[in-house]
T-cell receptor, first 115, second 113 residues
């Protein structure tokens, strides 16, 4: 396994359109996370899954955002009615749940530009 | 409200010297801290972590120090190498929610040959 992959790497869309991103985690990892990163900031937590269950969502995740992980493997993040403020790098990470904390492995991200 | 702060946006160090990256946090409930490194066009890569029950953790050239009373941690890189040039993110989480990691804004380190 070569790590976490994300597709597409870049997406340019017009305001008001819907977009969907895909994340494929490391195969044995049961936890999957989505983050958003804007220029000059660190990644901001959006949501995470343990297997197929979405366990936590940030207040940053408005009702235009939805994430799924239907079979506990890959995940999709959909943004409906995109706004210019949605322009950012969307990062996916995965980990193997361990007591006492575990490191998260990040994918390369999907850069979204809303025009 | 930024719970994890990295007040130096950038740092330049000569090759072979020590790099010291600083991080402050405001939430006393944080008890697990991590450093990530990020190269352009790549996702962040885990570097080193420390639990609040320790005040130091070392991994090769990288050492993280934690001062809980000051809510401060630092990452030391000795000796610094040009390949260490990257953005370094400090991050923190709570025992009750290890998976919700809060990242600082990052410090861009340049190691000059």
């Amino acid at each position: 396994d070569t790590g976490v992959s994300q597709n597409p790497r870049h997406k340019i869309t017009k305001r008001g359109q819907n977009v969907t991103f895909r994340c494929d985690p490391i195969s044995e990892h049961n936890r999957l996370y989505w983050y958003r990163q804007t220029l000059g900031q660190g990644p901001e937590f959006l949501t995470y899954f343990q297997n197929e269950a979405q366990l936590e969502k940030s207040r940053l995740l408005s009702d235009r955002f939805s994430a799924e992980r239907p079979k506990g493997s890959f995940s999709t993040l959909e943004i409906q009615r995109t706004e210019q403020g949605d322009s950012a790098m969307y990062l996916c990470a995965s980990s193997l749940s361990l007591a006492g904390g575990s490191e998260q492995y990040f994918g390369p991200g999907t850069r979204l530009t809303v025009t | 409200d930024q719970q994890v702060k990295q007040n130096s946006p950038s740092l330049s160090v000569q090759e072979g010297r020590i790099s010291i990256l600083n991080c402050d946090y405001t939430n006393s409930m944080f008890d697990y801290f991590l450093w990530y490194k990020k190269y352009p066009a790549e996702g962040p890569t885990f570097l080193i972590s420390i639990s609040s029950i320790k005040d130091k953790n070392e991994d090769g050239r990288f050492t993280v120090f934690l001062n809980k009373s000051a809510k401060h941690l630092s990452l030391h890189i000795v000796p610094s190498q040009p390949g260490d040039s990257a953005v370094y993110f400090c991050a923190a989480s709570r025992k009750t929610s290890y998976d919700k990691v809060i990242f600082g804004p990052g410090t861009s380190l340049s190691v000059i040959p």
